[in-house]
C-alpha cells in the first residue's frame, strides 16, 4: 500500500478575525485520504482571531484520538463522531507572536513542515471542500506544482467573478501573474529548491515566486476545476496598496526580463493587445466595477 500523503497549509493571520473561522474549517474539514498537517502563524492579533484559533482546536480534540506519524501528533477520528476529520488525520499547530508581516508568517510556517505537499492559505481566503482530494489524487512524478481555478468572492462570501487564470510562461508573464494563489500548491523538493519567498517583493511575492520557478523550467500542471477563493475588498493587501504594487511589478520584470527584452519588444504588443492581457484586465475592471473601485486598470 503506498504512503499517505502529507499535506502541509500554513495560514498567516493577523487581525482578520471576521474570516478567519471559515478560512480554519475550509482546511480541517477536507475529505480524503490523506493527512492535513496545519499550521497557523499569527502576529500577535488584537481582535479575537486568537479565540477563534483556540476554538477550533477544542472543536478538533473532541472525541478524537492521537496518532503518531513521523514525529507530529495527528487527531484521528473516533467513532465518526467528528465532522472535522473527514480525512485521515490533522495536525493542528499555531503560534501568535509579532511577527515581520505576512512573508514572515509564511516562512515561519514553512519551515515547520513535514508534509511532501505545500501550500499557504491566507486568513481571509477559503478552500472548496474537495480540494485537497484532487490535489493528492494527482500523479505528482514530474510536477512542481499544481494550480486550478479560483473565485472572487466578496466579504459576505458571494461569488464575484472567476480569477483570470493562464497557463504559466515567460510570454503571460510579462505583464502579469496568471495564477490565483490560494489554487496554487507545489511539493517539498521544489521549495527546498526555489527557497523562501522574497522579502524584496512584499506585496507581489507569490507572482516573484512563480516567475522564479518560470524562469527555472518548473513544471506547472492544472486542474481545470475550482480549487479555491480570493477575497476581494478594499482592505487586501493588494488592493489598499496599489501605489506600492505599481512600483514593484515594474521593478519585478526588469529584473527578470532585461536580459531578454529585445526579444520581448518584437513581439509583445501584439500579444498584450489581443490575448491574456487584454482578457485579464477586463476580467479585472469587472471585479472593481462590482465593488465600486474609483480606479480601472488600462490595457
Known amino acids: ?13 493577523f487581525n482578520q478575525g471576521i474570516f478567519l473561522d471559515q478560512t480554519i474549517k475550509s482546511v480541517v474539514f477536507q475529505r480524503g485520504s490523506f493527512y492535513i498537517d496545519y499550521i497557523i502563524v499569527d502576529g500577535n492579533s488584537t481582535d479575537h482571531s486568537v479565540e477563534i484559533i483556540k476554538n477550533n482546536e477544542r472543536e478538533l480534540l473532541q472525541h478524537t484520538q492521537s496518532k503518531e506519524i513521523e514525529n507530529l501528533t495527528f487527531r484521528v477520528n473516533m467513532e465518526g463522531q467528528t465532522p472535522y476529520l473527514n480525512c485521515l488525520g490533522v495536525s493542528y499547530r499555531w503560534m501568535s507572536e509579532p511577527d515581520k508581516g505576512q512573508i514572515d508568517a509564511i516562512t515561519k510556517g514553512l519551515k515547520l513542515a513535514r508534509g511532501s505537499l505545500f501550500a499557504y492559505l491566507n486568513s481571509d481566503d477559503y478552500y472548496y471542500p474537495d480540494t485537497f482530494d484532487r490535489i ?15 473565485m472572487w468572492v466578496d466579504v459576505k462570501s458571494n461569488d464575484v467573478l472567476p480569477y483570470p487564470t493562464f497557463k504559466p510562461s515567460k510570454y503571460n508573464f510579462y505583464y502579469q501573474c496568471t495564477l490565483c494563489q490560494p489554487t496554487v500548491f507545489f511539493t517539498r523538493q521544489l521549495y527546498e529548491q526555489l527557497g523562501d519567498f522574497s522579502q524584496e517583493y512584499q506585496i507581489i511575492f507569490d507572482y516573484e515566486y512563480w516567475m522564479r520557478a518560470v524562469f527555472q523550467n518548473k513544471r506547472f500542471h492544472y486542474i481545470n476545476q475550482f480549487l479555491a477563493v480570493s477575497r476581494v475588498y478594499f482592505e487586501t ?11 514593484e511589478v515594474p521593478d519585478l520584470i ?11 519588444n518584437r513581439w509583445i504588443y501584439w500579444f498584450k493587445r489581443y490575448t491574456i492581457h487584454k482578457k485579464t484586465h477586463q476580467q479585472v475592471n469587472k471585479m472593481l466595477a462590482h465593488l465600486n473601485a474609483d480606479f480601472r486598470y488600462e490595457f
Open 1 to 13: 500500500m503506498n504512503k499517505a500523503i502529507i499535506l502541509t497549509i500554513t495560514t498567516p493571520s
Open 136 to 150: 493528492t489524487k494527482i500523479n505528482w512524478q514530474g510536477i512542481d506544482f499544481v494550480y486550478g481555478k479560483g
Open 237 to 247: 493587501k493588494s488592493m489598499a496598496n496599489k501605489d506600492k504594487v505599481s512600483k
Open 254 to 264: 526588469h529584473d527578470y526580463y532585461q536580459a531578454e527584452i529585445t526579444f520581448f
